[in-house]
């Protein structure tokens, strides 16, 4: 600041006036001895000044007023958040070093990353937490259980191998979470583990859902019975308890008829056919008890078609054309059954010839989960109706969308079906499974020699 006053001729009063700072202040800041604090405002105002980009100042900042002498939150939390907002998380990341050094601060760091979270600044909040976990003391502290969350949920997207590894870094935690978190977590984690196929661990993690599903359930009706208002739900939850209890018997349903076991199934699926019991208190809540019982009904010709019952197809078709959120999942599952039975569904996939060519507009994790599945069945069934060239099509396909999520099993069955039917595939063909396959070859090599 002195030498940018000297360098271009101004006085203080000339420069104060052009930073919108108070003279005074700013002299107390240059000439003070010891210099007066400059609070953020006050430095964002003296850099737009001096002409400089919006944070421009701030390592400079953190070295000379936070790390060269003991801060106050006061001060240093309204930093970090300007840090936050500019992008400058090397700034962050300096300042954290200091302050892990004092334990007494991972109470301001985790209700700082909380609210950097809760406004967005997903990369910022992230340091925040990753240093409660380095630096909390207590393993079973609720602010660790939910910084490992917080992680978790960041570390998520479309590669099903590194959402594996957020999954397992998080889950020791879980059960530190408070209630209207931990509900939250176990949908997520069950997701993850959808993808795997671990359908023992589902069934695990959903009876804990649906157990800690109905303790929210008697607290909310003890608080409601002692409370004189009856304005407000007394638990606060980030979804209805409907939600969750269908989430849990419809996981654990789900698992169920993937292991193989129809009739247990069945009987999960009648636990969330009727959620009425619940008592919605809004129009969406009585969306969502019919949205499950709608998604009860169709697991239930799902279980049909599964058991190879033909003559319900027709009816299920009919209630795709009415659902046709249900349309890709259902038709893989059509597709599992005609090649497990060996029959045709010509027709079928005639009828749904327009829905089917827009299946790859479908991008979110659940859907491409989907479409790897409807693509690897459809493949299996083209090929047994000597339909090759179709068949190598859809092979690729399923071989892309594995590669894409990471799905290590479906790759692995995708490239020995092509292997099987190679011989049918055409040069374009060729080249796209050349290419696929250097694609994995090459993340392959990078993925151990991060290990390494």
Known sequence: MEAYIREHGLTMQS?????????????????????????VRELDLITKGMGLPEGELYNLYAEECFIQSVPHWRRLKPFLLRCAQTGKLVCIEKVLVMLLDNLSHIGEIFATAEQMYEQGYMEASQILYQSVIEGEKYNNSERLAVSHYRVFQMAVGKDMEANLR????FEPYRKSLPVELRLDALVELLKIYFFIHNWRHIIELSDELIQQSQAAFRERKRRRKNSTSLRRDPVWLRRSLIHYYGQGYLCKATALQKMGDFEEARMEISRYSDLSWLEPASDEEEQEVMKYTSWARANSYTLDILAGRQEVLDDYADFLREHPEEILSGLATIIQSANKYNFSIDDILW??????????????????????????????????RGRFNEGIESC??????????????VLAEAVALFEAYRSYSGPSQEQIFKTVIEQMRVRTTLKYSMQL
């Open 166 to 169: 957020a999954a397992l870094q």
């Open 396 to 409: 690729l396909k399923a071989l892309d969308l594995a590669v894409t999520t990471n799905n290590e099993t």
């Open 351 to 384: 009828k749904f010839f327009d829905e089917i060519s827009g299946f790859e507009s479908y991008n979110d994790s659940v859907s491409m989960e989907r479409r790897l599945r409807f693509a690897i069945q459809i493949s299996i069934y083209y090929f047994r």
């Open 15 to 39: 420069f104060a006036e052009r930073a919108g700072v108070n003279r005074g202040t700013l002299s107390a800041i240059i000439n003070r001895n010891p210099p007066r604090k400059i609070s």
